[in-house]
């Protein structure tokens, strides 16, 4: 069983019970290296998500950025909290400083609903010129909240994951960057371990198999572009 632990308190017994019946489990996409020993897991294959919001943090930092905010949706989700932390480690290791909204979980996926969120957020705080947010659904949003606050070309947003709006809008120059966790790696990776495993017998001996962060920005959305275009991300 190849699985994410997104919440921790709800999974972990399932998760537990597939490797008491000795069934082997890959843990994937969210939980680290931490879930997969706690559960007894064969491996955990994925980005660090902490490690992917301090690249995030950094970046927004490195440009120019003094004070940010990550959007979160989700609030209580084990890797949606450790992209927020991480931004804020990542802004204040580049001189910065970030702040987090939570939002209520209804407000995941609702266009709408993180837009004005975004929007009254960045009239209230005018020093703040960095969003960063947890999805690409929430990017989206998150552009249209900063055009509806009149910030666009004044506040630069980043994200976890992309879709072809995020890949146009930064080659556009209209989005800063976004974090890639290479999801088509975790997927392919994670069951290929398991097939290894279970019909040959072979197992991988490093411990924590990382496809990500990485970044997309204006250096290399051309590159990305191609990928996708392949078939490739």
């Not at 009239?123 to 606050?149: C, K, R, Y």
């Not at 411990?207 to 051309?222: A, F, M, Q, S, Y």
Request: charged share 15%; glycine share 14%.
């Amino acid at each position: 069983i190849v699985g994410p632990d997104w919440v921790p308190e709800a999974m972990d017994p399932a998760f537990k019970a597939v490797v008491d019946a000795g069934i082997p489990l890959v843990i994937y996409n969210a939980g680290g290296l931490q879930a997969a020993d706690r559960l007894g897991a064969m491996n955990y294959v994925g980005s660090d998500d902490y490690k992917g919001g301090v690249a995030g943090g950094e970046y927004l930092a490195k440009a120019g950025n003094k004070k940010g905010v990550c959007i979160n949706t989700l609030p209580g989700a084990a890797n949606i909290e450790a992209y927020c932390g991480g931004f804020k480690e990542g802004m204040k290791n580049g001189g910065g400083e970030a702040d987090v909204l939570p939002l209520p979980a209804t407000s995941f996926g609702s266009a709408t609903a993180v837009a004005q969120a975004v929007k009254a957020y960045l009239l209230q705080h005018q020093g703040v010129t960095a969003v960063f947010t947890i999805g690409n659904v929430d990017a989206n949003s998150a552009m249209n909240g900063i055009t509806q606050a009149g910030k666009a070309g004044q506040v630069q947003l980043c994200g976890i994951n992309f879709d072809e709006t995020i890949l146009n809008n930064i080659k556009d120059g209209k989005q800063a960057c976004a974090i890639d966790q290479q999801g088509y790696w975790q997927g392919y990776l994670a069951v290929s371990i398991l097939n290894a495993k279970v019909n040959y017998g072979l197992t991988v001996p490093t411990r924590e198999i990382l496809t990500g962060p990485g970044i997309i920005d204006k250096n290399t959305v051309e590159l990305t572009i191609a990928g996708v275009k392949a078939g490739a991300r």
